[in-house]
């Protein structure tokens, strides 16, 4: 190997696992003692299609696809150790991907062993282990394209004869090591893991080999790990449900009680902002037989990352972690953001946001705007509001008089971004927009803008004289016999 480039030799790794490799887990791994931390596989398809965006408030490198859902996201903490695993069955599209990523990953890794539909039916996966020739094509565009390492995964095949080819042909494409999960394609977990095809293909190459398939009969403790490195014959072991289940296995002295290895998970799912439903599905691994227990009800039952937090008693540091997030995106969009309206295609745009300190309790932007539109005789003001995935911050746009406005920051909230969307409508057409100090411009009547009286808000007398009618009507009606009231026409 080159000097600075990943070594796979003497390693142990965290496997590839569908929506569990995510950047929260493969963090807590390294934390644990991991060497090099493997992604979920992505397909090619949908990497193909992603911008790579800098995230500066995450502080992240984000893979995001046209929907703006975010594909993959890394970090400079795992730079050097991550390896990006895609399901591919074609070398273009191989090279596209892996060029995509190159400059933010260690490695990228070819899946050749999931057994599942969503792998193999479009010939990846698995599949591939029946054409070795797309394998051989597909490894060699990759080891000529890329300037970083290429590997890739495999099973053993139903024999060892067939197995020992396939690997000695890989071989020649120039890979750095190669990853033997020792189990045929129809196997399952339950299984036992063909250590012996493993030693065997150890034996009849020359590149690092990665046992995996362990981790249910012979890696518990983080102990068993050389005594299945000794069992295959290889230099490196690969884990994959033994790290999902307590990824403290990685410690020397792990595993770790698994409730603070769930805690230190979440820690990392809060901190970048992972998806709430992957953050359930990872804990609901590790609870394994508890999840029916009162946490794991509880775990089950949030719908988001913030009511998560406080089934694990994290409540504060959620809210710290958002405020240092809110502090950043703030800092990031002053300090970037022309304070000048700028056209931006049918759109006037600027850069404000929404404080609301400085306006009155009772009087937004929204109102001053409502307000100018009706004195106008325009329609009422309409609010289109998107949210994005990175950070789910939201921006609206707001058309007044056939033209829009909307703020080129973005907002922690829908109602916060409305009103960012009315102050840069307000502030380009020279409106008064109701902060505090400004003069009475009379858009709004005096008993609105004084708001209180008596501790009732406008909006609640209102309801209460409505209230009040109702109960003058009602008391017209003649009382009847046993509470029942006469028929309605």
């Given amino acids: 190997m080159a000097a600075g480039r990943l070594s796979f030799t003497n390693i142990t790794a965290l496997a590839p696992m569908v929506r569990v490799g995510t950047l929260p887990m493969r963090l807590l791994a390294l934390d644990y003692g991991a060497d090099v931390v493997y992604c979920e596989e992505l397909i090619d398809i949908k990497m193909a299609q992603c911008q790579r965006v800098e995230n500066d408030v995450l502080q992240t490198v984000d893979f995001v696809a046209p929907d703006d859902r975010v594909m993959f996201r890394t970090c400079e903490r795992e730079k050097d150790r991550v390896v990006f695993q895609m399901g591919t069955a074609d070398p273009e599209r191989a090279l596209t991907v892996a060029r995509l990523v190159e400059k933010d990953v260690a490695a990228v890794d070819v899946n050749m062993g999931c057994p599942k539909e969503y792998s193999t039916k479009g010939g990846m996966g698995a599949a591939l282990l029946s054409d070795p020739d797309m394998i051989e094509a597909i490894l060699r565009k990759l080891v000529s394209g890329v300037s970083i390492p290429v590997t890739c995964k495999i099973r053993v095949l139903p024999s060892l004869e067939e197995t020992l080819n396939l690997v000695q042909r890989i071989e020649k494409t120039g890979i750095a090591a190669v990853a033997v999960h020792g189990r045929f394609k129809e196997e399952r977990p339950r299984h036992p893991v063909h250590c012996d095809y493993i030693r ?7 590149i690092p080999v990665i046992a995996n398939g362990g981790s249910l009969d012979l890696v518990k403790t983080n102990g068993d790990i050389d005594e299945f490195r000794k069992a295959t014959g290889t230099s490196s072991v690969m884990l994959a449900r033994a790290a999902m289940w307590n990824a403290s296995v990685f410690a020397c002295e792990g595993p770790l009680p698994v409730e603070r290895v ?14 709430a439903f992957n953050t359930k599905y990872c804990l609901c691994q590790m609870l394994r037989d508890k999840v029916e227990s009162p946490l794991g009800k509880q ?3 949030a719908q988001t990352n913030a009511e998560i937090s406080e089934a694990y008693g994290l409540q504060e540091f959620y809210r710290q972690t958002q405020n240092q997030l809110q502090a950043r995106r703030d800092a990031l969009q002053s300090g970037s953001q022309p304070v000048r309206p700028v056209v931006d295609g049918d759109v006037t745009t600027m850069a404000v946001k929404f404080e609301r300190r400085e306006y009155p309790p009772q009087i937004t932007p929204k109102m001053f705007l409502l307000e100018w539109s009706r004195r106008e005789k325009l329609e009422q003001p ?35 971004a409305e009103q960012a969307a009315a102050i840069v409508c307000l502030r380009v057409l020279g409106i008064p927009e109701g902060r505090i100090g400004e003069e009475d411009s009379g858009l709004v009547c005096k008993r609105k803008r004084e708001g209180k009286a008596n501790g ?8 209460k004289r409505h209230v009040a009618e109702i109960q003058q009507e009602t008391s017209k009606i003649p009382a009847v016999a046993n509470g029942e009231r006469p028929e309605q026409a």
């Fill in 382 to 416: 309409q609010y289109e509001t998107v949210q994005r995935s990175q950070d789910r911050s939201f921006q609206s746009t707001v058309t007044v008089g056939d033209k829009k406005y909307r703020s080129s920051l973005w907002e922690k909230s829908k109602k916060f």
């Fill in 200 to 206: 065997a293909v150890a034996q009849a190459v020359s």
């Fill in 299 to 301: 775990v089950q039952a």
């Fill in 262 to 275: 769930m805690e230190e998970y979440l820690k990392y799912a809060i901190r970048y902002d992972n998806h």
């Fill in 456 to 463: 009732t808000t406008e909006e609640e007398r209102s309801k």
